[in-house]
């Protein structure tokens, strides 16, 4: 079966940056891409970009352009994102999501990155 | 960024009871490919979001069918037929014909 398993949770100072990691099983890794979005505690969805998975193929949501990185191990069926010069607002879920360019479909269980002095 | 915009925001609903959930996009999802890219995620308590309908109209693997979309262009509804106290949560619409996917802001479901 399809599965997502992403890293645990982070403590992070304003300023540093974090790499959360989503290693993939059950399908064959680079027939797909990964999206990655995130989730502010109380708030709704908010898709930050997309990587595939088959060359490595980016496109980040614009506010985070600059800050985001979406990288993949093929070898290790592992997608990463790294956002860096973290701020308070950046404290969310993060959850990677198998897909198209156009949804996901399998979702990760999430990994909570806290920004906090 | 195309903004989606659910209706209501909340839904409270008798268990065996019908429960209708309204979308509507800024501008339309239907692509030059003949694919309309509208898709209704849940999320319920504690969890991940999890795809139930996409393209409108078509049941993910294994949703149940009292699960159903419907909807064109810019006016989407997903109606589940008869609630079951599992289906408490938060259901989002989503676009996904350009980027940035935009989400609606959630309905949230609860069992009365």
């Known amino acids: 079966q399809v599965q997502l398993v992403q890293s645990g949770a982070e403590v992070k100072k304003p300023g540093a940056s974090v790499k959360v990691s989503c290693k993939a099983s059950?399908?064959?890794?680079?027939?797909?891409?990964i999206s990655w979005v995130r989730q502010a505690p109380g708030q709704g969805l908010e898709w930050m970009g997309w990587i595939s998975a088959y060359n490595g193929n980016t496109n980040y949501a614009q506010k985070l352009q600059g800050r985001v990185t979406m990288t993949t191990d093929t070898s290790t069926s592992t997608a990463y994102m790294e956002l860096r010069s973290l701020r308070s607002d950046d404290t969310a879920v993060y959850y990677c999501a198998r897909g198209d360019w156009n949804y996901g479909d399998y979702w990760g269980q999430g990994t909570l990155v806290t920004v906090s002095s | 960024d195309i903004v989606m915009t659910q209706t209501p925001l909340s839904l409270s609903v008798t268990p065996g009871q019908p429960a209708s959930i309204s979308c509507k996009s800024s501008q339309s999802l239907l692509h030059s490919d003949g694919k309309t890219y509208l898709y209704w995620y849940l999320q319920k308590p504690g969890q991940s979001p999890q795809l139930l309908i996409y393209e409108v109209s078509s049941r993910f693997s294994g949703v149940p069918d009292r699960f159903s979309g419907s909807g064109s262009g810019t006016d989407f509804t997903l109606k589940i037929s008869r609630v079951e106290a599992e289906d408490v949560g938060v259901y989002y619409c989503m676009q996904g014909i350009h980027h940035p996917w935009t989400f609606g802001q959630g309905t949230k479901v609860e069992i009365k």
């Open positions: 059950g399908y064959t890794f680079t027939s797909y891409g």
